[in-house]
C-alpha cells in the first residue's frame, strides 16, 4: 500500500463572521488586482507552515495538538488595518499580543520536540502574524496599486479563538481537517 503525505498547516481561525468579512476583501483583489490565491484557504493566522505528514500517523498529529490545546485557555486576536510584504503580499495587520506570541513559540517548540516537525525559515525570523488577502500571484504593479488602495484603509475587529485547527491540503485548496479546542479557563486545578 502507497503512503501519502500530505502537506498540513496549523492555525488560529476567526469567528464566521470575521472570516467572512476578509474573504470578501479576498474576493475584491481576485476581482479588482488578478489575485485569487488567497482563496484558497479560509481567513487564518498560521501558527505552524506547511509540513508533510503521513498520513497513516494523523493519529499521532492529533495527540500531540489535542495535548497542547489542553494546557491554553482561548487566545484574544485584534486585527487592525492592513500591512504588506513587498513587493507580493498585502494583509490583515494581526496584532502582536503575549498571548499570540507565546502560543506561537512554544506550539513550534512542542511540535520539534514531540513530532520532529521544524521550519526552519520560522525558527530564523521573528514571528509576524498577519490574514493575507493577497499573494503569490499578485504581480509587482497590482501590489503597488492594491497597497496605495490599502495601506490608509481602516479595519478593526476583536474576537477570542478558542480552537487551534489543522488545515490539509486536498491537491487544490486548504480544508480544516481537525479541530483542538483551548482547555484551560481562568481557574485553575480542574
Known sequence: MKSSEPLLFIALLPPMEV??????????FAQNYNSSH?????????????????????????????EFAKIYAPIPITLSGFGSFPPRVIYVNVIKTPE??????????????????????SKSRPFSPHMTVAFKDLTRQNFKLGWQEFEHKSLKFEFTVSQLTL????????NIQAEFTFLLSDKIGD
Do not use: R
Request: hydrophobic share 40%.
Open 19 to 28: 472570516q467572512n468579512e476578509v474573504t470578501q476583501i479576498k474576493q475584491y
Open 38 to 66: 488567497a482563496l484558497k484557504s479560509p481567513p487564518h493566522v498560521t501558527l505552524q507552515p506547511p509540513f508533510k505528514w503521513l498520513t497513516e500517523d494523523f493519529y499521532l498529529l492529533e495527540e500531540c495538538l489535542t
Open 100 to 121: 499570540l506570541m507565546e502560543i506561537k513559540k512554544h506550539l513550534m517548540s512542542h511540535l520539534e520536540t514531540t513530532l520532529n516537525i521544524v521550519d526552519e525559515v
Open 167 to 174: 488545515l490539509i491540503h486536498n491537491g487544490e485548496k486548504w
